[in-house]
């Protein structure tokens, strides 16, 4: 099993800057791929960022893509969402993912509890 922590969130105007936080323990050897996740009110949950435990290039949604970096720290475990130029757009509940190496498909595999983003116009 893997735990993840997010933390981060919170309410910014348009315009601003926001870095989340996901924190992994547990089986943190078995990461193959840490995810980041967002469901607005009313949506259905959509992919935003994602990273390999291993080095590959990161990988953004378009409506990611310019404004939001994808990080990670293997060391402590933990993978950042650095967000910039916020739009209201973006204000949704943000989700850390992690796919599991051992567990076969392509979706994730341990979520975490979501943070809050609130874009004030």
């Known amino acids: 099993q893997v735990q993840l922590v997010e933390s981060g969130g919170g309410l910014v105007q348009a315009g601003g800057s926001l870095k989340l936080s996901c924190a992994a323990s547990?089986?943190?050897?078995?990461?193959?791929?840490m995810g980041w996740f967002r469901q607005a009110p009313g949506k259905s949950r959509e992919f935003v960022a994602r990273?390999?435990?291993?080095?590959?290039?990161?990988v953004y949604a378009d409506s990611a893509k310019g404004r939001f970096t994808i990080s990670r720290d293997n060391a402590k475990n933990t993978v950042y969402l650095q967000m910039a130029s916020l739009k209201p757009e973006d204000t949704a509940v943000y989700y850390c993912a992690v796919k599991d190496r051992r567990v076969s498909g392509l979706g994730y595999d341990y979520w975490g509890q979501g943070t809050q983003v609130t874009v004030s116009s």
């Open positions: 990273i390999s435990w291993s080095g590959d290039s990161p």
């Open positions: 547990g089986r943190t050897f078995s990461i193959a791929t």
